[in-house]
């Protein structure tokens, strides 16, 4: 969403709408969202906050009191649309019901040691694992985005995806490393409950155009045709792309050009609810109750505005 309003090519207002079917993702798109317009001097705790499964103190604290300010401002669809994020809708009451119970559960573990220590135990635990599973693969996720960059990106992108699964960071700094000893609560809770379900590909630097960084383009602000890339240098070149996203996010917001709604539910049904009349029920029927032939599935008022 920060890279669409940063984009050249689509400088333009922006009315968006997420849909997921598991509000811990939107959950984790809210915070992210609203920390990079209310905390801008946070850049690099938001990164960590983000991208990182294991978190240092300080980021631990901006991610507790952070959850804090969206549980004041969510307890209602009215009191949402009084804060201070009211380029962020919901488009119904049960959305922000979800969200607003994983921000009690970010919120809680953050202050809560023994609920840090288990948490930590089940995300080392579920990253060896997986990193044991898929150490041996080319993960092509993080490769794509390096373009023709590739050859030579193969050896860099490869012992940073694995690093990333040892640490659970982005760091290569050894005090970094050490520093960041906290789990983070936002990889930990989804519909699968407590337990490690983080996708086995993902990595932090798959989301940004890294050909750049390999490119020796002049006169701009990406390495210099005798610079040689490094992990280090990687990480960097995408920090400063997001640092640069997100100001162009906070520009739109000041100046009203971006508005982002989020609907927790089925994309099937929701699209389809959109396109038809606009006051049709639908029914969705919870993953986790699908063996129990939906008896406690739920309805919904479904509309193509938000509330």
């Known amino acids: 969403m920060a890279y669409e309003v940063y984009n ?15 509000p811990a993702v939107l959950a984790r798109n809210v915070i992210l969202l609203t920390l990079l317009v209310r905390h801008p001097n946070e850049a690099e705790a938001t990164w960590d906050i983000f991208y990182h499964m294991f978190i240092s ?3 631990q604290k901006l991610l507790h009191d952070h959850c804090q300010e969206l549980l004041v401002s969510s307890e209602d669809l009215a009191s949402w649309g009084l804060g201070q994020c009211q380029f962020i809708l919901f488009c119904d009451s049960q959305t922000l ?3 607003r119970r994983h921000w009690v559960l970010y919120a809680t573990a953050c202050s809560d040691s023994s609920i840090n220590q288990t948490l930590a135990r089940a995300l080392r635990k579920g990253m060896a694992d997986e990193y044991i599973k898929t150490r041996s693969a080319v993960h092509l996720n993080v490769l794509r985005s390096t373009g023709i960059a590739l050859p030579e990106a ?7 995806f694995d690093q990333f699964w040892i640490n659970g960071t982005t760091y290569t700094a050894n005090v970094a490393i050490s520093n960041a000893q906290f789990p983070n609560p936002t990889f930990s809770y989804s519909l699968a409950g407590s337990r490690f379900a983080v996708h086995y590909g993902t990595h932090p630097l798959a ?10 383009l002049e006169k701009s602000r990406r390495p210099k045709r005798d610079t040689k890339t490094t992990f280090e240098g990687l990480v960097k070149f995408a920090r400063a792309e997001f640092g640069r996203w997100s100001g162009a996010l906070r520009r739109s917001v000041s100046s009203n050009n971006v ?16 396109q038809g009349d606009i006051w049709k029920m639908a029914t969705w029927v919870h993953p986790s109750m699908e063996k129990s032939g939906g008896q406690s599935c739920w309805t919904r008022n479904l509309s193509t505005q938000c509330e």
Do not use: M, W, Y
């Open 259 to 274: 508005s982002i709604s989020f609907f927790c539910g089925d994309v099937g049904v929701f699209s389809t609810s959109s």
């Open 8 to 22: 050249p090519a689509h400088r333009r207002s922006l009315d968006s709408t997420c849909c997921d079917v598991e």
């Open 207 to 216: 989301g940004f155009p890294l050909a750049p960084a390999f490119l020796p």
């Open 97 to 99: 019901k979800e969200l």
């Open 57 to 59: 103190k300080d980021a």
């Open 154 to 160: 193969l050896p860099l992108t490869k012992g940073q």
